[in-house]
């Protein structure tokens, strides 16, 4: 646990300033509690199975898609009007990600492809589930796999593991201390007029929730109110993003542009959380516009916005996504696509060994497609869980993050 | 399957279950609570007994309860408890405003459909609508036209989205704890079903979970361990929620109808002239189902329920099974499922139509469970060193269901745990051995197993620390039992409760909540908390009604220690208001809490000021207490 009585001398002092940076004391003895500067990272589940075939289309393999997919089909081919954007010859990038090719270009993002689960599970429940507990074969695990990581990253802040949604993700069930929030701004003690009374119940609760430290609900109070005075609503309201960075209204947006308060406000945090819903795409699914098109948008353009606000912490910060598997080669019926196996995520950081496509996607015909329909799995998703966490927070062993699993990471970052 | 073996089995398990239910009524009528509850032993006196028993064995004390309980005796009250059958007419009133509690699982899922399409489905099927019309395929005009016509189809039928079923489901929740008076009832209601846990994040759980509490876990409570794990193991919720609806024999195997059918085929017409008219819709069945076997679409056995169930529901972790058990009882409970949504269910209801025909082809339907004899592994298994014979049917889990309850790894891991639900988090092994013994010698009757629990000293030992952190929801409930709220709507709290960390029915996991303070504490749980006191205290939680100056008798509050001592005894009666008060006081003595106003003011607007005060300091006082670290402990 945190050295508490740190914040309890500098919290007097703190709660005088006003406006940017004014719970310093509190943070400076924050940033002395640790070594080194912290690392975070910022994990995003896109929830409802993202199309990775639509998503980083294999360039090479145009004219078969153009069977399999006729409604979905497009092309990197400017000659005929394409509008893919082409990576590397091999793999192109739907257009609506298109904010993040300079990060791209840049050699700090990377798409690993054909990852995913080795349970073939095709119940979007199931397969969370499984890539949140980091236990494809075991539901009943009782934390997720981010929690066991915040257990071995020294964490030392009641903000060290946070997620910017209403409920706890399954990954952050466990042990260790996480914080579930759908807008930092409710981190406030609602106590309204007169101010004399105000001013007096709040005292009385801090002291008596500072009192008898032993207690699990002292202890916990106190850190409680180290939080209040860490973070204020005023400060989170006034918040601005940095060099332009305009992040979508979306909730993932939203969530991104509090994580990156977070972040500047060197709170502590080291692992944050944020969800991406709605890729789902059984109908319609679209080519330029549509249901994937909105969400590609979105995903892009908040990661963008969020990599752009925190410049002064790329070193420190590495966002991954990830989503429980990907959908079928052939479109169906409805100009959409069916729930399948194998997909592709995201990694950024100045770590990442970036501008690269990891991973396999073999000849789509039947007999190298999983179960004769899906984009099969080549990289286990705990290769590329474990490779990031392991290399950003310098853990060894992943006996304890991912029980049962010896296989090899997949060496994705520097 | 002969009707006859099968209907000695049947007999047999009759027969276990008829003596244990009459062993338990016996064992409690003789008893009327002639033994005793040792809170004399630890120093109580006999109030602060019956506040503690109202703590832990009831959602918090309402006003008067203490004295009530007082009254009526310790020993009796509890012995009320364990009788059960005690709702009470506020709340019989409040649940007739949720129609979802009474209906049928079969009407529930019919109006309550599984989102969207389900409606649809109903709605191309009554001949309301043309599914061309809606797919768009006839132009806009009749699509629109289509899209009007199923919302009309929807409230005619009364049919509402799932979500709708989903909110009366917690509605009645925080309704029962906050009014029932069977208070031990809905407490262990609580417990079992987050023991047996499914989720409502689980997209084909979701519509069967009402009827999951109502039918399968709240009847059983007050009875034995083994009724309440068998009807848990034949509900749709927890088939579906943990994959059993999916675990399917492989192809490679052969079912039990399958032996069946070879029986039948070795018969000579002459045998039995009818057999094959009666079975041949069976026949098709059975050709439909060779066919998706062939196709793949039936993938094999799914383990995630046999793990669970010995994992969690019984044996507990290091219960002494092994991986070759899992699969063993994954195949011995393959075939129970439930009916497939849809259209399929039509098909299958068909099919097994004939029902003494589908029994003898060994299938058995109860209400919403069935047991598919085309899905079950016929070769023999071992469980836990125990053979099951080769070619049965549903009493292969049965039996498994028999051996896992009176596994003394179960006894063991159920009577920890209660330990630690109504005692402490680290029960002394004592209490637990206790348990087990009680355990052991009724067959798992959990109504014996709760009388032990009361009579331990170990329980009342911690009357003093009061040391177990409320869950969100009793934290609510409490509160509002002891502030006498009126809940004309329960949606707000139950967001609360949410934001305090316990969405209602939507734990994730099938371990259900962790049964540790510190799962309930983390920074924003407890935040949450704190500010569902401060706004229940200002009123502003909405669809929740109370008056604090009736609770306080009209008294004039004049300080906020005036009024903390009127709202202590309320909301934690019988506890020590010693240091919240001396707090107070102190401050109260430094400065006074309001400047006398300058203007000499009327009479009566001296009253109205003074009302106002009073007021005010009422809600602080309760505020104060509501968000304090004793409100959050039982």
């Known amino acids: 646990m945190w050295n508490r009585r740190i914040f309890l001398r500098a919290g007097g002092l703190a709660l005088f300033s006003v406006g940017v940076g004014p719970r310093f004391l509190d943070r400076l003895a924050l940033a002395a509690d640790s070594t080194g500067r912290p690392k975070t990272l910022v994990s995003i589940f896109q ?20 069977k399999l997919r006729p409604r979905l089909a497009m092309s990197a081919a400017r000659s005929t009007g394409g509008h893919v954007i082409d990576l590397n010859q091999r793999f192109g990038l739907h257009p609506a990600f ?6 791209w270009t840049d050699g700090r993002l990377a798409v690993v492809h054909g990852v995913g689960s080795p349970n073939p599970t095709r119940s979007h429940f199931d397969a969370q589930d499984y890539m949140e507990t980091g236990t494809p074969f075991r539901k009943g695990t009782p934390s997720g796999w981010l929690n066991r990581v915040a257990s071995r990253v020294a964490a030392t802040s009641p903000f060290s593991a946070v997620s910017i949604t209403p409920e706890l993700p399954r990954s952050l069930y466990g042990d260790s201390p996480a914080l579930a929030v759908a807008d930092l701004a409710d981190l406030e003690l609602r106590l309204r007029e007169p101010r004399k009374l105000v001013t007096r119940t709040r005292e009385h609760l801090e002291v008596l929730y500072e009192e008898g430290t032993e207690g699990l609900l002292e202890n916990r109070g106190g850190a409680m109110f180290d939080a209040l005075r860490l973070i204020s609503r005023q400060e989170i309201d006034a918040y601005r993003s940095e060099r332009g960075a305009a992040y979508p209204s979306s909730k993932l947006g939203q969530s991104l542009l509090q994580i990156a308060y977070l972040i500047k406000a060197g709170v502590g945090l080291r692992i944050a959380c944020a969800e991406s819903e709605g890729w789902d795409t059984h109908v319609s699914q679209g080519t330029l516009h549509g249901p994937f098109a909105r969400q590609a948008s979105d995903l892009a353009r908040s990661i963008a916005a969020f990599w752009n606000d925190i410049e002064a912490f790329h070193d420190d910060v590495v966002v991954l996504t990830m989503t429980e598997f990907g959908r079928t080669v052939k479109e169906n019926g409805s100009g959409g696509t069916d729930h399948g196996h194998g997909s592709c995520l995201f990694a950024l950081g100045n770590q990442v060994d970036g501008g690269q496509v990891y991973g396999k996607v073999p000849v789509l015909e039947r007999e190298n497609l999983f179960e004769g329909r899906d984009l099969p799995v080549s990289t286990d998703f705990r290769a590329v869980f474990s490779e ?10 992943d006996e304890t993050i991912f029980p049962g699993w010896d296989g090899s990471r997949l060496p994705l970052l520097w | 399957m002969r009707p006859a073996t099968r209907a000695i089995l049947l007999a047999a398990v009759l027969h276990a279950a008829v003596f244990h239910a009459a062993v338990a009524s016996c064992a409690v009528a003789e008893d009327a609570w002639s033994r005793e509850i040792p809170w004399r032993q630890v120093g109580l006196t006999e109030r602060q007994a019956a506040a503690f028993l109202l703590d832990r064995f009831a959602h918090g004390a309402r006003p008067g309860e203490v004295d009530a309980v007082v009254e009526q005796g310790l020993g009796n009250w509890f012995q009320g408890q364990l009788a059960g059958d005690l709702p009470g007419s506020r709340l019989l009133a409040k649940l007739t405003t949720l129609p979802a509690v009474a209906l049928e699982p079969r009407e529930l899922a019919r109006r309550y459909s599984y989102r969207k399409r389900g409606i649809v489905r109903q709605a191309v099927a009554a001949g309301a609508i043309s599914k061309d019309d809606y797919a768009g395929k006839h132009g806009k005009r009749r699509l629109q036209a289509a899209v009007a016509a199923l919302e009309r189809f929807a409230a005619e039928q009364e049919m509402r989205p799932d979500s709708d079923l989903l909110e009366q489901l917690r509605a009645q929740k925080l ?21 047996f846990n499914v989720s409502a994040t689980s997209l084909h759980s979701k519509v069967h979970l009402l009827p999951y509490e109502r039918d399968a876990i709240r009847p059983h409570v007050l009875g034995t361990f083994r009724e309440l794990l068998g009807a848990t193991a034949r509900h749709p919720a927890m088939l579906s929620y943990l994959g059993n609806t999916r675990s399917v024999a492989e192809a490679r195997f052969i079912t039990t109808f399958d032996l069946e059918m070879r029986e039948l085929d070795r018969l000579s017409p002459l045998e039995d002239p009818t057999a094959r008219l009666r079975l041949a819709k069976l026949l098709g069945w059975r050709r439909h189902h060779q066919r998706l076997r062939a196709k793949g679409s039936l993938r094999g056995v799914n383990e995630n329920y046999a793990r669970e169930l010995m994992e969690l529901h019984t044996l507990g972790v290091d219960g002494g099974y092994s991986q070759r058990d899992v699969v063993q009882v994954a ?37 919403e469970f069935v047991f598919r004899a085309d899905h079950h592994h016929s070769e023999p298994k071992t469980v836990l060193g125990s053979p099951l014979p080769a070619g049965r ?9 028999d051996l896992l309850a009176a596994h003394p790894s179960t006894a063991h891991h159920l009577a920890r745990k209660l330990a630690v639900r109504f005692v402490r988090e680290d029960p002394p092994p004592e209490l637990v051995a206790r348990l087990v013994r009680t ?3 009724t067959g798992g009757d959990l109504r014996e197993v709760m009388s032990t629990l009361v009579e331990s000293p170990e329980l009342w030992r911690e009357a003093a620390a009061r040391a177990k952190v409320k869950t969100p929801f009793e934290l609510a409930a409490s509160a509002l039992r002891a502030l006498d709220a009126e809940i004309s709507d329960p949606e707000q709290t ?6 305090m960390g316990q969405p209602l029915y939507a734990y994730g996991a099938p371990t259900g909540y962790p049964d540790r303070g510190e799962a309930w504490t983390d920074v924003g749980q407890l935040l949450a908390r704190l500010n569902f006191g401060l706004d229940l205290a200002r009123s502003e939680v909405g669809g929740v009604a109370f008056d604090l100056a009736r609770l306080a008798g009209r008294e004039d509050l004049k300080s906020l220690e005036q009024a903390v001592a009127v709202y202590h005894p309320l909301l934690m009666p019988e506890r020590d208001a010693g240091r919240i008060l001396e707090l107070v006081g102190d401050a109260g003595a430094e400065s006074p809490i309001e400047p006398p106003s300058v203007e000499p003011p009327s009479a009566g607007a001296t009253e109205l000021e003074a009302q106002r005060r009073s007021a005010q300091h009422a809600s602080f006082a309760v505020a104060l207490l509501l968000a304090s670290p004793d409100f959050q402990r039982r």
């Open chain 1, 47 to 66: 929830r409802g199975a993202m199309d990775a075939l639509m998503a980083v289309p294999p360039l090479d393999q145009e004219a078969e898609l153009g």
């Open chain 1, 98 to 103: 298109a904010p993040l090719l300079p990060l």
């Open chain 1, 388 to 397: 990031v966490t392991g290399r950003l927070f310098d853990l060894a062993r």
């Open chain 2, 175 to 195: 309704l029962r704890a906050v009014y029932s008076e069977s208070q031990l009832v809905e407490m262990l209601t609580d417990f079992w079903f987050n023991h």
């Open chain 2, 331 to 367: 195949r011995a409970l393959t075939g129970w499922t439930t009916f497939p949504p849809g259209g399929y269910r039509a098909r299958l209801e068909k099919a097994l139509a004939d029902t003494d025909t589908a029994a003898d082809m060994g299938f058995v339907i109860e209400g």
């Open chain 2, 393 to 401: 049917g549903i009493e292969d889990g049965e039996d498994v269901l």
């Open chain 2, 439 to 441: 355990w052991e010698l």
């Open chain 2, 494 to 499: 139950i967001q609360w409760i949410g934001r």
